[in-house]
């Protein structure tokens, strides 16, 4: 359901946490929620104030990386789609009016260290999305170097799919595949060393694109969020365990305690894990953001 304040506008989709509203032919006014998803699926419950933290988490990183690659942000402000005063004062801190582009089907994961469904994939085969990798790591191990391993974007309650770097040439072509890899991981690379400084690694991340009408390629959705990435405390860093993190990892190994089969519907969550994650958010935006 579109949010109240937004009924004269056209829900043109809703994801796992974002729903996005049509503008006009070149602009897109995207609500960042409290939903939390884990294991591809949404929860019952939300997160209080989770969308407002990200939502400020990615317009640092966004002014932070646009030396690097254009991005979807504007300076419209959000007053043209809301002119109801009360209704801008309740989600300005969590909506932006973003340029309309073409998304990329794909999601550009960068790992740096061995876990998730990487780790799974190392453990079986030995390597991840065909990438070999030294015999012998254990879990949470940092990688030599980073790798690219993309998925597939899946519909809402849907799981994205691990695919081979072949198989995104196939999907998008070999120039924009190679421009989205390289960019990934330079994105990946110089963001982790500026995390590193202030406490926290980032263990593996995603990052969507999408372009414009001349074929320019623009970093879009959310960046190096906490729902976006692993993050975790150096402090509390080990290999041989999946570590705290600052993220919904926290959520992920509460629910694999579970007896739940990872599809819809989506256990309760009781509310001193809400309330730990919810301080999580806040901790990893304080940590990335403070001057």
């Not at 989600?91 to 550009?108: F, S, T």
């Not at 629910?255 to 806040?282: F, M, N, Q, R």
């Amino acid at each position: 359901m579109p949010h109240p304040a937004l009924s004269h506008l056209p829900l043109i989709h809703q994801g796992k946490v974002r729903d996005s509203y049509a503008l006009d032919a070149h602009h897109l006014l995207i609500v960042t929620t409290d939903r939390l998803s884990a294991f591809d699926v949404v929860l019952p419950q939300t997160i209080p104030g989770k969308g407002e933290v990200l939502t400020r988490i990615t317009d640092f990183w966004l002014a932070r990386t646009r030396h690097l690659i254009p991005n979807h942000q504007t300076d419209i402000p959000l007053t043209t789609a809301l002119p109801d005063s009360t209704a801008c004062t309740t989600l300005c801190d969590r909506a932006r009016i973003v340029k309309r582009l073409q998304p990329v089907p794909i999601e550009a994961i960068v790992r740096g260290y061995l876990i998730g469904s990487g780790w799974q994939d190392y453990q079986r085969t030995g390597n991840i999305c065909g990438i070999d990798l030294p015999a012998g790591l254990p879990q949470a191990a940092r990688l030599p170097e980073p790798i690219y391993t993309p998925s597939s974007k899946a519909a809402v309650g849907a799981h994205d799919e691990n695919i081979n770097y072949a198989t995104t040439e196939q999907l998008i072509g070999s120039t924009l595949a190679q421009q989205i890899r390289d960019i990934s991981l330079h994105l990946y690379c110089e963001s982790a060393a500026y995390a590193l400084e202030r406490g926290i690694i980032i263990a593996d991340t995603k990052f969507e694109f999408g372009l414009d009408d001349t074929g320019q390629l623009h970093l879009i959705d959310e960046v190096l969020t906490p729902d976006a990435s692993r993050f975790w405390p150096v402090a509390g860093y080990q290999t041989g365990i999946s570590p705290p993190s600052f993220d919904k990892q926290f959520v992920r190994d509460y629910l694999e305690t579970l007896d739940w089969p990872k599809t819809p519907p989506g256990p309760d969550l009781p509310s001193e894990i809400i309330a730990k994650t919810a301080a999580k958010y806040h901790e990893a935006e304080q940590r990335l953001t403070r001057a």
